[in-house]
């Protein structure tokens, strides 16, 4: 009965792969989010969808893509992967954008190699 | 960019000593919130202080808000091992987004 479930948890590609991280959240939300966190542990927003409307897309590389199949799911798909794209990637949810706290997945550590 | 700003960046305390962090920040806000995160681990929101809010408790937890100054801290009172993580304060502003600070990394020797 995990809230907001990502996987795979470990990403190990070459670069010039193309990656999927799949998330879901069973907590009902209206909104989800993917973070990036570097080595440094510096979280940035890369996108948020709001019951499937992409309604923030921060300056990332047109490599990455979200796609929310439903309001439960929001995949982020990678292409041409490239080694600065190494990073933990964290999904969340909340149930009103901005208004509520974030519940956030365990995190998919991506490393290119 | 940051948003937030943490200081200390790392805190080192006894078990059952008091830990404050403080957090600042540049824009105007809706709501500051706070986060803690185990080491290979999610982050798990802790407190949630709206702007016309000048503090919050929870347990163990204080939060103070000071929109004039644009900061805000975290207290932990009577720490324990088991607290040791790093804590994030993260701003809702504009756009209704949470943008986060870099953290601070407190551990509590037993």
Same mark, same amino acid.
């Given at each position: 009965?995990?809230?907001?479930?990502?996987?795979?948890?470990?990403?190990?590609?070459?670069?010039?792969?193309?990656? $999927?991280?799949? %998330?879901? !959240?069973?907590?009902?939300?209206?909104?989800?989010?993917?973070?990036?966190?570097?080595?440094?542990?510096? =979280?940035?927003?890369?996108?948020?969808?709001? /019951?499937?409307?992409?309604?923030? &897309?921060?300056?990332?590389?047109?490599?990455?893509?979200?796609?929310?199949?439903?309001?439960?799911? =929001?995949? =982020?798909?990678? &292409? $041409?992967?490239? #080694?600065?794209?190494?990073?933990?990637?964290? %999904?969340?949810? $909340?149930?009103?954008?901005?208004?509520?706290?974030?519940?956030?997945?365990?995190?998919?550590?991506?490393?290119?190699? | 960019?940051? !948003?937030?700003?943490?200081?200390?960046?790392? #805190?080192?305390?006894?078990?059952?000593?008091?830990?404050?962090?403080? %957090?600042?920040?540049?824009?105007?806000?809706? /709501?500051?919130?706070?986060?803690?995160? &185990?080491?290979?681990?999610?982050?798990?929101?802790?407190?949630?202080?709206?702007?016309?809010?000048?503090?919050?408790?929870?347990?163990?937890?204080?939060?103070?808000?000071?929109?004039?100054?644009?900061?805000?801290?975290?207290?932990?009172?009577? $720490?324990?091992?088991?607290?040791?993580?790093?804590?994030? %304060?993260?701003?809702?502003?504009?756009?209704?987004?949470?943008?986060?600070?870099?953290?601070?990394? =407190?551990?509590?020797?037993?």
């Amino acid at each position: 009965d995990t809230a907001v479930s990502q996987t795979p948890k470990y990403l190990v590609t070459q670069m010039g792969n193309d990656k $999927s991280i799949k %998330c879901e !959240q069973n907590l009902g939300h209206d909104t989800m989010y993917w973070y990036k966190q570097d080595s440094k542990k510096f =979280l940035k927003i890369m996108f948020s969808y709001n /019951n499937k409307e992409l309604i923030i &897309n921060e300056t990332v590389p047109n490599r990455f893509s979200p796609k929310s199949p439903d309001k439960a799911h =929001l995949n =982020l798909h990678i &292409n $041409s992967l490239e #080694l600065g794209d190494s990073a933990v990637y964290f %999904c969340a949810s $909340s149930q009103r954008q901005g208004s509520y706290g974030y519940t956030f997945g365990s995190g998919t550590r991506l490393t290119v190699v | 960019s940051q !948003q937030g700003e943490e200081d200390p960046q790392a #805190l080192s305390i006894q078990e059952g000593e008091n830990a404050t962090m403080n %957090c600042s920040y540049k824009t105007s806000i809706n /709501n500051l919130q706070w986060y803690r995160q &185990n080491s290979g681990r999610g982050l798990v929101h802790l407190i949630l202080i709206r702007s016309n809010e000048r503090e919050k408790h929870s347990g163990r937890l204080r939060v103070t808000l000071d929109t004039s100054k644009k900061s805000s801290s975290l207290l932990i009172t009577a $720490s324990r091992a088991a607290d040791t993580a790093s804590y994030f %304060c993260a701003t809702d502003g504009a756009g209704n987004m949470l943008t986060f600070g870099g953290g601070t990394r =407190l551990m509590v020797k037993p």
